[in-house]
């Protein structure tokens, strides 16, 4: 029997094709990383229109007429920066906000320091975004704003709406954790175990490195593989490897997060699940649920491996509004506002969603002055008979 031939040729023909492709990429990649790259991140011009400590409100400069009346606060979580709404010109949530006439405000939490750890989530919730939403509404001459949280935040603005709900006109929640007692993810399960005091009461604030850390571990694969993996492949398309630093630029900019705000967060939210409750306090006031009578839209991603469809899908039945939407996305966590395929349905949904209500409030303005129009019109008439009656 005649021994299997190995195909030496074709062998060494495959090895010396990859070869001169790998010494082309390699080349092409020298020339992308030579040149000058644009990696800005948050380029959308705006103002800081109030600061209170660390905290900062960003306005930014409408680029059309507004076609709300009402002022939309955005709030980002305390983990990572509120930059990832504004990542990359042509593919911003911002932008696109300002496109479609809404009126942008944004809060820019800062870097904690050490004096800050002993902030709490009662400091951020009823201090800063209370003081922050009384400076939009003295400036717009408004009863209420519109509030869009994010993440953490959006557990903020569920806070804020049923402490606060008459200064909120419309309620949206992207990503929002709000039912922690659930098994999906692995972050949930790690945080019902963790010994939050030892953490706490070592470094003071939770350090933004460590945490980074923690969530690269979630999904090692992709996270710390894989994604390296593809910027080799696309090593030398320019866009690709300056959309790769900008987004390598944000998730490394993590700022600590506040200690005893920090420590409330995982003992109240993810060990005793109080908020979805309506049990979680802050300061002396209990945060329920039912006072939320606003309209909410509750959106999440249902890939989302750090906050899952079951950390979010229960708000909607445990708030006493009537007017409440929730939108499962094709997507995952972070994909929800930077994937330009789901950033194409996010803002339109939104913006669509606040056209209804401010329509309805429209609707409403228009037969009060029709209404009004029509008593003085009465009035004149009365006057004009008593005159002629007199006459």
């Excluded at 040729?9 to 020339?31: M, N, Q």
């Excluded at 990696?39 to 076609?67: F, G």
């Excluded at 010109?89 to 911002?94: E, K, L, T």
Aim: proline letters at 4%; a positive charge; charged letters at 30%.
């Amino acid at each position: 029997m005649e021994a299997p031939r190995i195909p030496v040729d074709l062998i060494l023909s495959k090895l010396a094709e990859d070869t001169e492709k790998f010494h082309e990429r390699v080349k092409k990649g020298s020339d992308v990383l030579l040149d000058k790259l644009d990696t800005q991140i948050a380029t959308t011009p705006y103002d800081i229109e109030y600061e209170e400590d660390r905290v900062k409100l960003k306005h930014y400069r409408p680029v059309t007429e507004s076609s709300l009346k009402t002022p939309l606060l955005i709030v980002y979580a305390l983990i990572n920066r509120e930059t990832m709404l504004d990542l990359q010109p042509g593919r911003s949530v911002v932008q696109s906000f300002l496109e479609k006439g809404i009126d942008v405000y944004m809060v820019d939490w800062g870097y904690p320091t050490r004096k800050d750890k002993f902030i709490t989530i009662d400091d951020h919730v009823n201090g800063y975004m209370d003081n922050i939403a009384d400076y939009i509404l003295k400036k717009h001459k408004v009863k209420k704003i519109n509030l869009m949280g994010i993440c953490m935040g959006g557990s903020f603005c569920v806070m804020y709406s049923a402490l606060h709900p008459g200064k909120v006109r419309n309620l949206i929640t992207t990503v929002t954790p709000t039912n922690f007692e659930t098994d999906q993810g692995l972050l949930h399960i790690w945080m019902k175990h963790i010994d939050v005091d030892s953490l706490v009461d070592t470094f003071g604030n939770m350090p933004g490195d460590m945490m980074n850390f923690g969530f690269l571990i979630l999904n090692p694969a992709r996270l710390m593989i894989d994604k390296y993996v593809g910027l080799l492949e696309n090593i030398g398309d320019k866009t690709f490897v300056e959309n790769f630093v900008r987004m390598e630029k944000w998730i490394f900019d993590s700022p600590d997060v506040a200690g005893e705000t920090f420590r409330q967060f995982v003992v109240d939210c993810y060990q005793k699940n109080l908020l979805i409750q309506s049990k979680m306090m802050l300061g002396d006031q209990r945060v329920n649920l039912k006072k939320i009578t606003m309209p909410l839209l509750n959106i999440y991603g249902r890939y989302d491996h750090l906050v899952p469809p079951a950390a979010c899908d229960l708000l909607s039945s445990k708030v006493g509004s009537k007017d409440v939407q929730d939108d499962c996305l094709e997507t995952g966590h972070i994909g929800i506002y930077v994937s330009s395929r789901v950033q194409n349905k996010l803002v339109p949904r939104i913006v669509k969603w606040l056209e209804e209500r401010d329509t309805i409030k429209k609707t409403k303005r228009k037969k009060a002055a029709t209404k009004t129009a029509k008593k003085a019109e009465e009035k004149v008439v009365f006057k004009r008979k008593i005159k002629g009656a007199a006459v």
